[in-house]
């Protein structure tokens, strides 16, 4: 009887490294207070992840950004300042990624990309590539704009798979959403989210169940999967190779 060998589930945790949930308050109590012990959190549990970071956020705190490559996670681009791709014309697109590149680039290689609110006009996608990039997450299967852009691009397009508050959803919900999630499963959270924000004024998937139970609701996420057999993974680890990026590189592979 033949044993049919099943694919191991594919796992990237991602974290949007910006402000305090923008657009809704001002500072960098995540980045402070949360981002800290995310790292510790994922530290403990052996886990590489992937740092979507604003260059306003490596400019201000250089120190947090060295511990994230120090750490093994890959350092990736959410932009300069996290305005939204969707209000920039195409020169203050061009300079909100060709600005964050250059920051960030000075701590390691950058290659993947995120954009704020992971909203990005298709008109802007070039852009990446001409700044090098080789792997966008801007979409998200729970929005519309992932099943309506068929813009054609050399780079892998990698969509996020659940909303971030998601992971605090109370166990039995939780367990039963992440389990319908397909492979690759690309989760994100925010490091304000690691601060208790629950008498703020926000909306209720932004507030609840932040600061330290966050933390441990995240943990249990990790552990569910681990248990699963979950193959943790960088963003970049997703990426095509060049040669199956480039169909011309493919023409003149295949002329020889």
Not at 128 to 145: C, I, N, P, R, V
Not at 173 to 188: G, K, Q
Not at 202 to 220: H, M, N, Q, S, W
């Amino acid at each position: 009887m033949a044993t049919v060998m099943r694919e191991a589930l594919v796992v990237a945790f991602t974290v949007d490294l910006e402000p305090d949930c923008p657009p809704f308050l001002e500072g960098f109590r995540g980045v402070e207070q949360g981002a800290p012990a995310l790292l510790d959190l994922l530290a403990s549990e052996g886990i590489h992840a992937t740092f979507f970071t604003t260059g306003e956020v490596a400019s201000r705190y250089p120190a947090t950004v060295a511990r994230v490559v120090g750490d093994g996670h890959e350092l990736a681009c959410h932009g300069m300042t996290h305005r939204a791709f969707t209000s920039l014309d195409a020169g203050a697109a061009r300079s909100e990624i060709e600005e964050s590149a250059a920051i960030l680039r000075r701590f390691g290689p950058v290659t993947s990309f995120r954009a704020p609110y992971l909203r990005f006009p298709p008109a802007y996608v070039e852009l990446l590539e001409q700044q090098a990039f080789t792997l966008d997450s801007s979409h998200a299967k729970y929005k519309l704009a992932y099943y309506r852009d068929r813009t054609p691009t050399r780079l892998t397009r990698v969509p996020a798979s659940a909303t971030s508050s998601v992971l605090r959803l109370p166990g039995a919900a939780r367990a039963a959403y992440l389990r319908a999630l397909s492979s690759p499963v690309v989760l994100f959270v925010h490091p304000w989210e690691f601060v208790d924000l629950r008498r703020e004024r926000l909306r209720l998937d932004c507030r609840f169940k932040t600061g330290e139970i966050a933390v441990r609701c995240v943990r249990d996420v990790l552990r569910s999967y681990a248990r699963r057999g979950a193959r943790f993974v960088r963003m970049r680890e997703l990426a095509r190779p060049a040669s199956n990026r480039d169909p011309e590189r493919r023409s003149r592979s295949g002329a020889r």
